[in-house]
């Protein structure tokens, strides 16, 4: 107890090992409120689900928060439903339903959107209804957007219209839908739009509802990718995969080297031989192609490769620092007594000899933590990250392999990188400070 | 450490005296460590052989290739064609089986294991599916030495920047200690457990994708410049990043750790001794404190090198350097096991290589170093 009092005292000293707690304990709680609020199972349906959960978000659009530092402002994205507020449904002389469905919206970005969709869900039997759809501009222009007849499910893309675009003067719709005409730049005409639409049914029971959906280039708080999926699902899950990876990893390799290293230090001769030899095999096996043969021959689930990592890295050069200070533990006179009283052979390497070493191991496997959750990070840039849960690392390749560098969707690949980084260094600087407090041979300089 | 540091004048003496020992000693040394170092390269490959022919991916591509010869033979041959399907057939089967036979694949694993390594050892890992060498060979062995120079022109560059740097800078920290860059390197020190490709991102998106002064990647402008000389800056050029990248993913580190070997050795009584005899400051860095920490250096190097070989891959890929790690990353695109197994044999033996230099230069700079007493590790 008065051992734990003075290292906390000690690890107020250092500044660095305070944020670096403070970074872990934040990283935790995002881990636990993750995996209450999101599920595994519907993290997994969400990150692998196509079109049908994601048709509301534009393709890869920055972070919303990205405008507070833009001076242009960004469309944001938005999907209005038809429902009783702004549905008005009437009945004509011959009995059908005329339904109006009004979409008022507030548009006061200084960009172009990058699309507009209207997602139709009929109701008929034989004949389709009818709609026809017009657009109140803020200065009060009339556009009549399109007269068409609809589907049992129908969706209606704007800019795919070349009788819009035709009637625009040429322009593409999500351009000169919103065009400024008095303006000399292109800029859009900001304030309160509406969008009206106006559908003759002609069967007695005939119902249509439409959702709208405007296109923005920012969408939630993370940004999209190129298949229209929220970033913060696989930013939010990458966190508990990438902890519990580190940790497991780091905890079992170190653990593992310990023991075995005490045995080999305790029982010596052919057991000492033939441990150092795996060690001195262990250096040129190649570690990263192994586990890339391993992925691609056998698993690519997390925990097969959590497994392979561990076996792969206790025989590492971790094997020999503990060896040679095992070896000055095991001259000291109390295991000297505790061999007199008649201690077995077990007891002393597993009461003995790996408490002393404990100090040297804490910093040890706290600094080994950030390796290994780059390592998850490295497999799934290989192409080798488990097959359905959404990493930090996944959404790394996505975004190299779409070219994000190259088109400019920096935001893509940053918000990941910045939570690797945090990661590694705040376990990093921990693990640096307790091993300044744990050997303080170190500590003079 | 204390008894054969503390009077390095009577050593390098006696060293003039016999000159042939140190050669000698380094040779048997030398000699000793090529023949473990091989014995230990077979067991890895044969274990990484094991690893790969628990799911029979080995005896996979041997019967692949078996299957392409017989399939050659029959399309050449024009006694096959008046034959009937079902008949050609079955004779196509018994060739194959026959030839399986021949090679030995109905024996026992142990016994195919052992033809595996050889086969293994000397990379005779057959034909590709899918992929080819630059030059057109389908053969694994064309198609991985192709791509070993570019390799190994990216990393011997970049380490042997990374450990003149390390040692530079470690060595003018150690001496202005605790001012204001010694305490930029402590805090800077963490950032070491980043790997290089992930700096490799932030380095492309700063300067070739925001200030577009350097390429996103690649190994020469496309197409390549004529001129041997405009050839060369192209290629620098195209350098320039990688080997940044590397540098910055463990200079950091390197440097810290290297530092404080100095800093616990110059405090040593020999060290004090010699500034008392007013020798000066670089004789005194060279003689005392360099040449006593260089093994230890040389041997946490050793590590680093290991680490850098094994984030080559993705380094390679994210920089898109036609190197070997480049070609593994095409092969498990491609799922060509016989590439895949090849290179984790070539890595094996860069590995085996690596370790081996600084075994080689260890025993040159250490004269402790005898044949049977093996690395004293620090």
């Not at chain 1, 501009?137 to 957007?145: H, S």
């Not at chain 1, 392979?308 to 060896?323: E, P, W």
């Not at chain 2, 473990?36 to 390269?41: G, N, R, S």
Request: hydrophobic content about 45%; glycine content about 6%.
């Amino acid at each position: 107890m008065n051992n734990i009092l003075k290292t906390l005292h000690e690890f107020r000293k250092y500044p660095s090992a305070i944020v670096g707690s403070v970074i872990i304990l934040a990283l935790i709680s995002i881990a636990i409120y993750t995996t209450i609020k999101i599920p595994y199972p519907e993290a997994i349906r969400l990150w692998r689900g196509g079109q049908d959960v994601w048709y509301q978000n534009p393709v890869n659009a920055e972070p919303i928060w990205f405008n507070i530092f833009r001076k242009e402002k960004l469309p944001e994205s938005f999907a209005l439903q038809s429902d009783e507020s702004n549905k008005i449904v009437t009945q004509n002389t011959e009995g059908f339903n005329v339904i109006e469905i009004t979409y008022p919206f507030d548009y006061s970005f200084d960009s172009f959107p990058q699309e507009l969709t209207l997602f139709f869900k009929a109701d008929y039997d034989e004949k389709q209804p009818y709609v026809s759809a017009t657009l109140l501009t803020p200065d009060e222009r009339e556009i009549r957007i399109a007269d068409f007849a609809v589907a049992a499910s129908q969706t209606y893309i704007f800019s795919q219209d070349s009788r819009l675009e035709r009637r625009l003067g040429g322009l593409v719709p999500r351009e000169g839908l919103f065009l400024n005409p008095d303006s000399d730049s292109p800029k859009p005409v900001q304030g309160q739009y509406t969008l009206k639409l106006k559908i003759l049914t002609f069967e007695k029971d005939s119902d249509v509802n439409a959702e709208f959906v405007l296109y923005g280039n920012v969408a939630g708080w993370a940004g999209t990718d190129h298949m229209r999926r929220d970033l913060s699902v696989a930013l939010l899950w990458g966190t508990p995969v990438a902890l519990s990876f580190g940790l497991l990893a780091a905890l079992g390799t170190t653990v593992t080297t310990m023991i075995i290293a005490a045995v080999a230090v305790w029982y010596g001769g052919w057991v000492d031989n033939l441990i150092q030899r795996i060690t001195e095999v262990n250096l040129v096996l190649p570690f990263l192609p192994i586990l890339i043969m391993i992925g691609t021959f056998y698993s690519r689930s997390i925990l097969t490769i959590l497994g392979a990592t561990i076996i792969l890295s206790v025989f590492g050069g971790a094997i020999i620092t503990y060896r040679a200070v095992f070896l000055q533990v095991k001259e000291s006179p109390y295991i000297e007594a505790a061999q007199a009283y008649g201690a077995k052979n077990g007891r002393i390497v597993l009461l003995y000899l790996i408490p002393r070493i404990i100090p040297l191991l804490i910093p040890q496997m706290v600094t080994l933590i950030p390796s290994y959750v780059f390592l998850e990070a490295s497999l799934a840039v290989l192409g080798l990250g488990d097959p359905v849960l959404p990493t930090w690392g996944k959404v790394i390749t996505d975004a190299i392999s779409k070219g994000a560098l190259y088109q400019g969707h920096y935001y893509w690949i940053l918000q990941p990188a910045f939570l690797l980084m945090l990661t590694g260094l705040a376990f990093a600087m921990l693990g640096f400070v307790l091993d300044r407090i744990f050997n303080p041979r170190l500590r003079g300089v | 450490m204390a008894e054969t540091t503390f009077q390095p004048d009577s050593l390098a003496v006696e060293r003039r005296k016999h000159g042939t020992t140190t050669f000698a000693r380094v040779a048997r040394y030398t000699l000793a460590r090529v023949i473990t170092l091989f014995l230990t390269t077979v067991v890895g490959v044969y274990l990484t052989i094991l690893i790969a022919n628990m799911g029979g991916y080995v005896d996979q591509i041997q019967r692949a290739t078996i299957r392409e010869d017989v399939n050659q033979i029959v399309r050449t041959d024009v006694s096959f064609k008046a034959l009937s399907q079902v008949e050609r057939d079955s004779r196509i089967n018994e060739m194959i089986r026959l030839r399986e036979e021949r090679v030995g694949l109905d024996q026992p694993f142990m016994v195919r294991s052992v033809r595996f390594l050889t086969n293994a050892m000397t990379l005779n890992l057959g034909w590709a599916q899918n992929m080819a060498s630059d030059s057109g060979s389908r053969q694994v062995r064309n198609i991985m030495l192709e791509r070993l120079p570019p390799t190994l022109f990216l990393f011997a560059t970049s380490n042997i920047l990374l450990f003149f740097f390390s040692v530079l800078i470690a060595l003018s920290l150690s001496r202005r200690y605790g001012n204001f860059w010694d305490r930029v390197l402590v805090g800077l020190a963490p950032t070491g457990s980043a790997p290089g490709w992930f700096y490799g991102i932030f380095l492309i998106l700063i300067f070739a994708a925001v200030f577009r002064v350097l390429p996103y990647g690649g190994m020469v402008a496309a197409p390549p410049p004529p001129n041997p000389f405009d050839y060369f800056l192209s290629l620098l050029q195209h350098l320039a990043l990688p080997v940044l990248a590397i540098t910055l993913s463990t200079i950091f580190l390197n440097a810290y750790n290297w530092r404080t070997f100095f800093l616990i050795y110059s405090s040593e009584d020999y060290v004090e001794m010699a500034k008392a005899k007013g020798l000066s400051q670089r004789m005194l860095e060279r003689r005392y404190i360099l040449r006593p920490t260089l093994p230890t250096i040389i041997s946490t190097f050793a590590l680093t090198l290991i680490t850098l070989w094994t984030g080559a891959p993705i380094l390679e890929g994210v920089f898109n350097w036609p190197g070997l790690g480049q070609t593994l990353l095409r092969a498990i695109g491609q799922y060509e096991t016989s590439v895949i197994v090849g290179s984790t044999v070539i890595f094996a033996y860069m590995l085996a290589i690596t370790v081996f230099m600084l075994d080689f230069i260890y025993a040159i700079v250490d004269p402790r170093v005898k044949v049977g007493g093996g690395i004293k590790h620090k």
